[in-house]
């Protein structure tokens, strides 16, 4: 079994993953909520970890076979439910024990929707986005999303797409090459995000929370940013969007092509 290619592709993700710490930065920044640290340094901690597990490895090549996709997406979606607690663990108020901040970014990142935290509604705005942020990049799967930069090392993506793809269609494909498919995918993903927020926005709530239940909603996970959830509103305008956009979700935009060499 590939070993040094699952640990080149895990490192990378982690690493990689430094980048989802920016967009709550900026929300900090913007509400100063003093929270610009905390998610700095979150960062930096995840960039030298990924580095280190990546750069020993970084010129070994080995051909991925499907089953190191399967470990590939267990070991990936492991270490990053752990790093991922790294925000949640920095924070002062509330305090988190490390078990407590891994299952909250477990439960954001599989789009669980269950949650430790209590009085959400005082939570610091940039850890209420990081929260949602967590189950949108969960509910599209982040594998899909390392797909498509995947040539990058040097390694085809179809081993991770069919192992982290459930049900018939793993091996259906909108485009012929599989990052392709992965790229049309996030469009999709993210024009029906946009699409959500809007809707919520026009709907009653404001920008920040429809942002935040459009991740929610597109992911067909359960975080809110307010404690009452959509009952906060009591808004059946906003009940109604929240239906719509799921049952939206839930469509599978993958369709049969016929078959094609995967050259990704």
Same mark, same amino acid.
């Given at each position: ?6 640990? +080149? ?40 970890? $990924? ?8 010129? =070994? ?11 590939? =997406? ?50 610091? +705005? ?14 599209? $799967?982040?594998?899909?999303?390392? =797909? ?5 090392? +040097? ?6 797409? +069919? ?12 485009? #012929? ?40 909603? =597109? ?16 808004? #059946? ?28």
């Amino acid at each position: 079994m590939g070993f040094t290619a699952v640990q +080149r592709v895990v490192g990378f993700l982690i690493a990689g993953s430094s980048l989802m710490m920016l967009p709550p930065v900026l929300v900090s920044l913007w509400y100063g909520d003093g929270t610009t640290e905390l998610f700095l340094t979150s960062a930096a901690i995840l960039l030298a970890l $990924g580095l280190a597990i990546y750069v020993p490895v970084r010129h =070994v090549k080995e051909e991925l076979r499907l089953r190191d996709g399967f470990l590939i =997406v267990v070991s990936a979606w492991l270490a990053l439910a752990l790093v991922g607690a790294v925000p949640f663990l920095l924070l002062t108020s509330p305090e988190l024990s490390y078990v407590d901040a891994v299952f909250e970014s477990m439960s954001g990142l599989t789009t669980t929707g269950a949650t430790i935290v209590t009085n959400i509604d005082a939570l610091p +705005r940039a850890i209420l986005y990081y929260r949602q942020q967590l189950q949108w990049l969960g509910g599209m $799967g982040i594998i899909v999303l390392a =797909v498509a930069i995947l040539p990058m090392l +040097r390694i085809g993506g179809m081993q991770l797409y +069919r192992a982290e793809t459930p049900g018939p269609m793993k091996d259906a494909k909108l485009t #012929p090459r599989i990052t392709e498919t992965a790229k049309a995918l996030w469009l999709i993903y993210v024009g029906i995000t946009v699409t959500c927020a809007m809707a919520y926005w026009l709907a009653g709530m404001k920008l920040f929370d429809a942002v935040g239940h459009a991740f929610s909603t =597109v992911a067909i996970g359960g975080f809110s940013t307010h404690d009452d959830s959509l009952a906060f509103w009591s808004n #059946p305008t906003v009940e109604a969007v929240a239906i719509f956009f799921m049952a939206v979700a839930g469509i599978n935009c993958i369709k049969p092509f016929a078959p094609a060499e995967d050259t990704a």
